[in-house]
């Protein structure tokens, strides 16, 4: 199991609006479902469907990303913020953005990229505050190499989408389509999956207390993804299928790779018990298994329908139970460390499973797992009446979420 400190973790009060902000984005989109026109729908041409994933991944994945990071960052690297007032500063400006961005891809393109720039701000800001702080660590082992390099990506990325934003507003005149997977890449392969990879190794074993396992899976599948992204990246910008398509294949064996690594830490973690944390992990990898073989039909035959079955289960299945099943175990950790760890030895505290709504948990997972495998089949056979049906389980799920979010943070 990873060594961790709490010495040098934020107030809870600076991690909390980032959780919420992100839930209600989630929330949000969860309820946009309904007016997406499935029938028509196209994920590289619907300006709705844009509008849909830059509000889901930015609001809700990144959001709660963010938000993790502050907290996990100092605690996983024994190191203070450099400057953890910068974190302050993030969240509202993040958040106009990307209500600009979601708005602007639909009525305003100027909007959009004016958007677009408040966003490339917040998020110049949370590398430059990690970068500073990365500054000052002594030891560089393979999560805060993964830290370094998914921030570098992230940065690279959000550039990219801006050139992209001020195309769209009529600014300039470069080529959108080369430039999509560039940063759809850099984005979700660079960033998202590399802070999944690396911080899974860190979260996991501590919440499943897992001991004995090899770092070195994770030392290859970062670096077989780095280099992936790294090669899809150029393979948009000079227009080569060759290199797409090999760097896809190390990002597949990455996955694999990644997916044996979680393997090992599961087989040796001492805590058995399947709780809403470990059930939501495993309907999590289930869909991103699947994703991954939508995605592989894809590539293969080219059909748009499994892409957009790709990103749906990769999005809202896998990134959307991982971040949901991590919150129901950092909340109430984060709130019992804070509110009741003084108390301890003076009068009776809570345990932290006490802290967690059991039954209505069981609920969001239940609504949000059938609510994603009937939209998976509206998305298939582009069945407006499923579409219907799965939005509203969603839409229910999403609130579930939100509230059991809420009654983590107000528990005494």
């Known amino acids: 199991m990873v060594s961790i400190t709490r010495e040098f973790a934020p107030p809870f009060k600076l991690i909390a609006p980032y959780f919420i902000i992100g839930t209600l984005f989630y929330v949000l989109s969860n309820f946009l479902l309904f007016g997406i026109d499935i029938v028509q729908i196209s994920s590289s041409q619907d300006l709705y469907i844009i509008s849909w994933v830059h509000l889901f991944l930015l609001g809700f994945v990144m959001m709660i990303i963010f938000g993790a990071m502050a907290q996990l960052i100092p605690v996983v690297l024994e190191k203070g913020h450099f400057s953890i007032d910068f974190y302050y500063i993030v969240y509202p400006l993040f958040s106009l953005g990307i209500g600009m961005m979601a708005y602007g891809f639909i009525h305003s393109h100027l909007i959009l990229s004016f958007g677009g720039g408040i966003v490339l701000i917040a998020m110049f800001i949370f590398s430059l505050e990690t970068f500073l702080t990365l500054k000052n660590v002594e030891k560089f082992d393979v999560v805060t190499i993964s830290v370094m390099i998914s921030n570098i ?89 060759f290199f797409s398509k090999t760097g896809y294949f190390f990002s597949f064996l990455s996955v694999l790779i990644y997916f044996y690594l979680i393997y090992t830490i599961d087989k040796t973690r001492a805590r058995k018990q ?31 329908t499994y892409a ?105």
Not at 188 to 201: A, H, P, W
């Open 153 to 241: 990506f992230l940065i690279i990325g959000v550039i990219v989408g801006f050139v992209m934003a001020l195309t769209f507003a009529g600014f300039l005149g470069t080529d959108v389509t080369a430039l999509l997977k560039a940063h759809v890449y850099m984005i979700i392969g660079g960033y998202v999956l590399i802070t999944i990879m690396s911080f899974s190794y860190v979260l996991i074993p501590m919440f499943g207390l897992s001991h004995g396992f090899s770092k070195k899976p994770l030392h290859v599948a970062v670096g077989m993804q780095s280099f992936a992204v790294i090669v899809v990246f150029f393979s948009a910008l000079f227009d080569s299928e």
């Open 274 to 304: 399947n709780d809403m944390y470990i059930i939501s992990l495993l309907i999590g990898f289930i869909f991103f298994v699947l994703s991954m073989i939508f995605g592989g039909l894809y590539i293969m035959v080219g059909d748009e």
């Open 308 to 412: 957009l079955l790709c990103g749906w289960l990769l999005f809202v299945g896998f990134f959307g139970f991982l971040i949901s099943g991590h919150l129901y175990k950092i909340v109430p950790f984060l709130v019992w460390y804070e509110r009741f760890s003084p108390l301890v030895g003076k009068e009776k505290v809570p345990m932290l499973g006490d802290m967690v709504p059991t039954k209505s948990a069981n609920f969001q997972i239940y609504f949000t797992t059938i609510g994603i495998i009937l939209y998976s089949f509206a998305l298939f056979y582009q069945n407006s009446d499923l579409q219907m049906a799965a939005a509203s389980f969603l839409s229910i799920g999403a609130l579930f979420l939100f509230f059991n979010l809420m009654f983590m943070i107000r528990f005494k």
